[in-house]
């Protein structure tokens, strides 16, 4: 499986590329720490809610800093999904190299 670094998420953003960004932590975690325009569906849910999901598009899978997105990713390349990606550190990493106001928990 492949990995993104938080700078090359931050130039996709920057670049108008298109992406979606998938956020599969739980929702209480979108209150402590979030990044604008994910799709959020937690990783408990994720298997039942693949149809949700654009086959054809590139997906990167972030967390909280990079486990779960690790196993979602594989689970998007598994079910058909030919461009998943783990954000490499998840939100926690984004938070600490590109966006300092963001807390880490």
Known sequence: ?????????????????PFTLL?????HEY????????TRIPMD????????LEKDEEIIVM??????SANAAKMLL???????FN???????WAKKIDPTLPEY
């Open 87 to 93: 954000l490499k550190g998840g939100i926690n990493e």
């Open 63 to 68: 967390c909280r800093s990079g486990n779960r």
């Open 45 to 52: 849910e994720l298997k039942n809610r693949l149809n949700e």
């Open 23 to 27: 956020d599969v932590r739980e929702p």
């Open 1 to 17: 499986m492949d990995e993104l670094t938080v700078e090359e998420l931050k130039s996709k953003i920057e670049n108008s590329e």
């Open 31 to 38: 209150f402590m720490s979030d990044l604008e325009g994910t």
């Open 78 to 84: 598994e079910n058909g999904y030919k461009k998943a």
